[in-house]
């Protein structure tokens, strides 16, 4: 039962997305793409956060790598999207592998002091290397370039049709986190999460484990700096500060850090409810961070984790075992 | 040559001392509640404004401000802790950094609500102001005094917790919380108190501020806030020993490398922070793990 | 096999002055169950932990099945089949109790690291989980969260995730403390099948001398970190050694 009304929210969230492409205006559609960069930054985040159990301060390092991976290619190689994509989450995988191969070595405060020190390297280096990165202005003019797919040209320089590109990548995201969260992999994150030392005891490398979901997280950031540079034809020095950092923790726990749309609905909050504020008051922080208060304080399992609770208040079967949540 | 380095040094020690007066209360609550507080850098633009507003209420008198300023952050601090931080203490880290940053983004625009968004100018302090020649070059008075509170308040704390049974009673609840509690140590009370002695020292440091930093904007509780929890983890987290030498050692690598190599002193900074971290994570003074 | 399961030459571990294992040397043959016993402080938990990777060691060699493995980390040695169970409960507890015997089956069916591959089609991993849940008798509860079991259930749980590992050497560190007589006979009655069965030999760490004596083919008694009995049962149960030990100190039965 619960699941039938789960496929038929999901059907009405999919047409929604759509119409929005086709017949939403130029500010919805806007807004629109950077709620789905968000959630895609936010939901491989998640899997760092959430299943692994680990606060990382840096994770803003590698969108911007993302970012810039793709403007430096876009300006200095080749405009091609497909391939400064490729570029930038590249970029952002390696960065995430030398930064979470030392990372990975601590927990807890010392983990998340870690990652706060590299990204907040990355920014300066961001900001002092002007001649490359651009320093404060960041890199302009990177070009919205059609797609060549050898048989086809996918325009995407119009704001509509670069929508249905970020919708793809969006529902491509969605899919293989889905999947990564409901395989043996995903089941043995939870375990390094509730209690490593048995995991060690299982014959597994938590460390390996933890860098992979550390390396997976920072590949996703990537790709959502990726498609953000796209999105603003440029980059920005701050999107490697640790403020940034902030805002795939804070969507996730507010949509809820043990769910899996919870990244989603988060940032779909964050994003919606910061515009609808800014009309009425300039103090959005005042809001959120009270918020966010009420969130820790009384409902930790978020939006769709209290919604969650509600329907499990009525009489539905569990779903069958075999995997996880 | 030689006065160069010298008004270098002597500017890495204003600044060093400085961050030492903030980081002092961070690593105070750390070492004895075990929460890091992200909220301290609040506490310090909270102090510096409440610091200037009350000195403009009676009549520019700097040091009254300084006393009662920092007294009206501890009221905040005391709600902040015994209605808010009290009941996160048994979940999960990042609960605890969250709650501490909800009430950065509340502070910040409160403070932008009621003294507006823009910068407001800070007075000078009459008896410290100007500046004096120094081997033939000329340094701020007020840099001087602070580089004589630093160490005061370093010796006071010292005092406070090694010789006072008060201290006694921190040390104890620090280090096994449980232990305290079983011999009759309001462990909840004691710990409320704490954070507020700790939000007062931050506050502290930013009244200091108002005459030194030029400028107050909303934003200065985030640009301290980094530098405090630098010091913090050089010096070893929990370790005031560890924030004190751990902040000179900052603010000296801060001056020279912002007179020698300017452009990459954030960026060694941070490596310093990493490299502590990996090397020696209980920090150059902390016990060991 | 010519060599031994388990060889330990020299262990030595001291933290500051005190010696919690001194040049401790023991072999442990394939197939024959032992006990570890010894009054309170003897070092059994700090043997363990040096002998699972938990500690490193000050000195000395341990050498598994011929090889070398003084220096592995942990989950090298639980590859190679050694591997232990916890006194203190030591579980996932967020987990339900299928998932949590569902990792140690992963790891040793070598499917752990499948990214996309969704574990409902799992299934030769699904029916070893259920076995594993058979033998400890948690069967029932395979979809109750670990963390609202009862105390002993959690203990089976315990042992159920010790044995899903296929262990070559299994240390049990005091399996039935907390648990009611009925479910102690289960847990001594597994314990007693899989070792005639023959695949996995287990050393048990014990204070409850009636298991102790009547489930050990050997039993080997520590004080203050120096082996001081090493034999059969009947041996051990007539040393005047011992029994100066037992005797003369406080002991939790």
Same mark, same amino acid.
């Given at each position: 039962?619960?699941?039938?009304?789960?496929?038929?929210?999901?059907?009405?969230?999919?047409?929604?997305?759509?119409?929005?492409?086709?017949?939403?205006?130029?500010? =919805?559609?806007?807004?629109?793409?950077?709620?789905?960069?968000?959630?895609?930054?936010?939901?491989?985040?998640?899997?760092?956060?959430?299943?692994?159990? *680990?606060?990382?301060?840096?994770?803003?390092?590698?969108?911007?790598?993302?970012?810039?991976?793709?403007?430096?290619?876009?300006?200095?190689?080749?405009?091609?999207?497909?391939?400064?994509?490729?570029?930038?989450?590249?970029?952002?995988?390696?960065?995430?592998?030398?930064?979470?191969?030392?990372?990975?070595?601590?927990?807890?405060?010392?983990?998340?002091?870690?990652?706060?020190?590299?990204?907040?390297?990355?920014?300066?280096?961001?900001?002092?290397?002007? /001649?490359?990165?651009?320093? /404060?202005?960041?890199?302009?003019?990177?070009?919205?370039?059609?797609?060549?797919?050898?048989?086809?040209?996918?325009?995407?320089?119009?704001?509509?049709?670069?929508?249905?590109? =970020?919708?793809?990548?969006?529902?491509?995201?969605?899919?293989?986190?889905? +999947?990564?969260?409901?395989?043996? &992999?995903?089941?043995?994150? !939870?375990?390094?999460?509730?209690?490593?030392?048995?995991?060690?005891?299982?014959?597994?490398?938590?460390?390996?484990?933890?860098?992979?979901?550390?390396?997976?997280?920072?590949?996703?950031?990537?790709?959502?700096?990726?498609?953000?540079?796209?999105?603003?034809?440029?980059?920005?020095?701050?999107?490697?500060?640790?403020?940034?950092?902030?805002?795939?923790?804070?969507?996730?726990?507010?949509?809820?850090?043990?769910?899996?749309? #919870?990244?989603? =609905?988060?940032?779909?909050?964050? @994003?919606?409810?910061?515009?609808?504020?800014?009309? &009425?008051?300039?103090?959005?922080?005042?809001?959120?961070?009270?918020?966010?208060?009420?969130? @820790?304080?009384?409902?930790?399992?978020?939006?769709?984790?209290?919604?969650?609770?509600?329907?499990?208040?009525?009489?539905?079967?569990?779903?069958?075992?075999?995997?996880?949540? | 040559?030689?006065?160069?380095?010298?008004?270098?040094?002597?500017?890495?020690?204003?600044?060093?001392?400085?961050?030492?007066?903030?980081?002092?209360?961070?690593?105070?609550?750390?070492?004895?509640?075990?929460?890091?507080?992200?909220?301290?850098?609040?506490?310090?633009?909270?102090?510096?404004? &409440?610091?200037?507003?009350?000195?403009?209420?009676?009549?520019?008198?700097?040091?009254?401000?300084?006393?009662?300023?920092?007294?009206?952050?501890?009221?905040?601090?005391?709600?902040?802790?015994?209605?808010?931080?009290?009941?996160?203490?048994?979940?999960?880290?990042?609960?605890?950094?969250?709650?501490?940053?909800?009430?950065?983004?509340?502070? /910040? /625009?409160?403070?932008?609500?009621?003294?507006?968004?823009?910068?407001?100018?800070?007075?000078?302090?009459?008896?410290?102001?100007?500046?004096?020649?120094?081997?033939?070059?000329?340094?701020?008075?007020?840099?001087?005094?602070?580089?004589?509170?630093?160490?005061?308040?370093?010796? #006071?704390?010292?005092?406070?917790?090694?010789?006072?049974?008060?201290?006694?009673?921190?040390?104890?609840?620090?280090?096994?919380?449980?232990? !305290?509690?079983?011999?009759?140590? +309001?462990?909840?009370?004691?710990?409320?108190? =704490?954070?507020?002695?700790?939000?007062?020292?931050?506050?502290?440091?930013?009244?200091?501020?108002?005459?030194?930093? $030029?400028?107050?904007?909303? #934003?200065?509780?985030?640009?301290?806030?980094?530098?405090?929890?630098?010091?913090?983890?050089?010096?070893?987290?929990?370790?005031?020993? $560890?924030?004190? *030498?751990?902040?000179?050692?900052?603010?000296?690598?801060?001056?020279?490398?912002?007179?020698?190599?300017?452009?990459?002193?954030?960026?060694?900074?941070?490596?310093?922070?990493?490299?502590?971290?990996?090397?020696?994570?209980?920090?150059?003074?902390?016990?060991? !793990? | 096999?010519?060599?031994?399961?388990?060889?330990?030459?020299?262990?030595?571990?001291?933290?500051?002055?005190?010696?919690?294992?001194?040049?401790?040397?023991?072999?442990?043959?394939?197939?024959?169950?032992?006990?570890?016993?010894?009054?309170?402080?003897?070092?059994?938990?700090?043997?363990?932990?040096? *002998?699972?990777?938990?500690?490193?060691?000050?000195? #000395?060699?341990? *050498?598994?099945?011929?090889?070398?493995?003084?220096?592995?980390?942990?989950?090298?040695?639980?590859?190679?089949?050694?591997?232990?169970?916890?006194?203190?409960?030591?579980?996932?507890?967020?987990?339900?109790?299928?998932?949590?015997v569902?990792?140690?089956?992963?790891?040793?069916?070598?499917?752990? +690291?499948?990214?996309?591959?969704?574990?409902?089609?799992?299934?030769?991993?699904?029916?070893?989980?259920?076995?594993v849940l058979d033998r400890v008798g948690l069967a029932?509860?395979?979809?109750?969260?670990?963390?609202?079991?009862?105390? $002993?259930d959690?203990?089976l749980l315990?042992v159920g995730?010790?044995l899903?590992?296929?262990?070559?050497?299994?240390?049990?560190?005091?399996?039935? !403390?907390?648990?009611?007589?009925?479910?102690?006979?289960r847990v001594?009655?597994n314990?007693?099948?899989?070792?005639?069965?023959?695949?996995?030999?287990?050393?048990?760490?014990?204070?409850?001398?009636?298991?102790?004596?009547?489930?050990?083919? +050997?039993?080997?008694?520590?004080?203050?970190?120096?082996?001081?009995?090493?034999?059969?049962?009947?041996?051990?149960?007539?040393?005047?050694?011992?029994?100066?030990?037992?005797?003369?100190?406080?002991?939790?039965?």
């Amino acid at each position: 039962m619960k699941r039938f009304w789960i496929y038929v929210s999901i059907a009405l969230i999919l047409a929604g997305l759509v119409a929005i492409g086709f017949f939403g205006g130029r500010f =919805v559609v806007y807004l629109s793409m950077r709620v789905l960069i968000l959630s895609i930054f936010a939901l491989g985040y998640n899997l760092l956060l959430g299943r692994t159990g *680990l606060l990382s301060f840096g994770h803003a390092a590698f969108y911007a790598g993302g970012a810039y991976g793709l403007g430096l290619f876009s300006i200095h190689v080749a405009t091609n999207p497909l391939l400064g994509i490729i570029a930038g989450v590249a970029l952002a995988c390696m960065m995430a592998l030398i930064i979470g191969f030392f990372c990975v070595r601590h927990t807890e405060i010392y983990f998340a002091m870690l990652t706060l020190a590299f990204g907040m390297m990355v920014f300066s280096l961001i900001w002092n290397l002007r /001649d490359v990165t651009g320093g /404060d202005d960041g890199l302009v003019g990177i070009v919205r370039a059609p797609i060549s797919l050898g048989i086809a040209t996918i325009p995407i320089s119009k704001a509509t049709h670069y929508y249905f590109f =970020v919708l793809f990548c969006f529902l491509l995201t969605v899919a293989l986190v889905y +999947r990564i969260r409901r395989s043996p &992999f995903g089941l043995v994150l !939870a375990g390094v999460r509730e209690n490593d030392r048995r995991v060690e005891f299982a014959g597994l490398s938590v460390r390996n484990y933890r860098l992979a979901a550390f390396v997976i997280s920072g590949s996703f950031a990537g790709l959502a700096g990726t498609l953000g540079a796209l999105l603003e034809s440029n980059t920005n020095p701050f999107s490697a500060h640790w403020s940034h950092s902030a805002e795939p923790i804070l969507v996730s726990l507010i949509g809820g850090i043990q769910t899996f749309a #919870g990244p989603i =609905v988060g940032s779909a909050l964050f @994003i919606v409810l910061r515009e609808v504020i800014e009309r &009425f008051t300039q103090n959005w922080m005042l809001w959120f961070g009270l918020i966010l208060l009420a969130i @820790i304080m009384g409902l930790r399992g978020g939006v769709v984790g209290g919604l969650a609770q509600l329907f499990r208040s009525e009489k539905c079967p569990a779903p069958p075992s075999g995997g996880a949540r | 040559m030689l006065e160069s380095i010298v008004h270098v040094c002597l500017a890495g020690l204003s600044t060093g001392m400085f961050i030492w007066l903030v980081a002092s209360g961070l690593t105070l609550i750390f070492g004895v509640l075990g929460v890091l507080n992200f909220a301290h850098g609040s506490f310090y633009m909270l102090g510096a404004y &409440f610091c200037y507003t009350l000195l403009s209420l009676m009549g520019d008198n700097f040091w009254l401000g300084l006393l009662l300023g920092p007294i009206c952050v501890c009221v905040v601090g005391f709600a902040v802790e015994r209605y808010f931080l009290r009941y996160v203490y048994h979940l999960a880290l990042p609960y605890q950094l969250l709650l501490t940053f909800a009430f950065v983004l509340l502070f /910040d /625009d409160l403070v932008k609500m009621i003294w507006g968004a823009g910068s407001i100018g800070s007075p000078t302090v009459p008896g410290l102001s100007g500046s004096i020649p120094i081997l033939g070059r000329h340094f701020p008075v007020y840099s001087l005094f602070i580089i004589g509170v630093g160490p005061l308040v370093a010796i #006071g704390m010292w005092a406070l917790l090694e010789k006072t049974w008060w201290g006694r009673i921190i040390r104890a609840a620090s280090s096994d919380r449980e232990m !305290a509690s079983a011999i009759g140590v +309001r462990v909840p009370t004691l710990f409320t108190a =704490v954070f507020m002695f700790g939000a007062w020292l931050g506050a502290m440091g930013g009244g200091l501020a108002v005459p030194y930093v $030029g400028l107050l904007t909303p #934003g200065m509780g985030e640009s301290i806030i980094i530098e405090a929890f630098v010091v913090a983890v050089i010096g070893g987290l929990g370790s005031l020993k $560890g924030a004190f *030498l751990g902040a000179l050692i900052i603010g000296l690598l801060s001056a020279f490398g912002t007179r020698f190599i300017p452009t990459f002193d954030m960026f060694l900074t941070f490596i310093l922070m990493a490299a502590v971290l990996l090397w020696r994570p209980q920090g150059l003074f902390g016990e060991a !793990a | 096999m010519n060599a031994p399961l388990l060889e330990i030459r020299g262990l030595s571990k001291a933290f500051g002055r005190v010696v919690t294992a001194s040049n401790i040397n023991l072999t442990i043959a394939s197939g024959v169950l032992t006990s570890i016993i010894g009054p309170n402080g003897a070092g059994k938990s700090t043997l363990i932990n040096m *002998l699972s990777g938990s500690l490193p060691v000050d000195s #000395g060699q341990i *050498l598994f099945q011929g090889t070398d493995i003084t220096r592995l980390p942990i989950h090298r040695r639980v590859r190679m089949g050694l591997c232990r169970s916890f006194q203190v409960v030591n579980i996932f507890p967020d987990l339900t109790v299928f998932d949590n015997v569902q990792i140690p089956v992963l790891a040793v069916r070598r499917r752990a +690291r499948r990214l996309f591959r969704p574990l409902a089609r799992e299934a030769g991993v699904r029916e070893e989980v259920s076995q594993v849940l058979d033998r400890v008798g948690l069967a029932a509860q395979a979809q109750t969260v670990a963390s609202a079991l009862s105390h $002993g259930d959690q203990r089976l749980l315990e042992v159920g995730l010790a044995l899903a590992v296929r262990p070559r050497l299994l240390f049990l560190d005091e399996p039935t !403390a907390g648990m009611n007589p009925v479910e102690r006979v289960r847990v001594l009655e597994n314990i007693r099948g899989l070792s005639a069965e023959g695949k996995t030999t287990f050393v048990i760490v014990e204070h409850d001398m009636d298991i102790v004596f009547s489930l050990s083919e +050997r039993v080997i008694v520590l004080h203050h970190g120096e082996i001081i009995g090493d034999g059969t049962t009947r041996e051990i149960q007539s040393s005047p050694k011992v029994r100066e030990v037992y005797l003369g100190e406080e002991v939790a039965a």
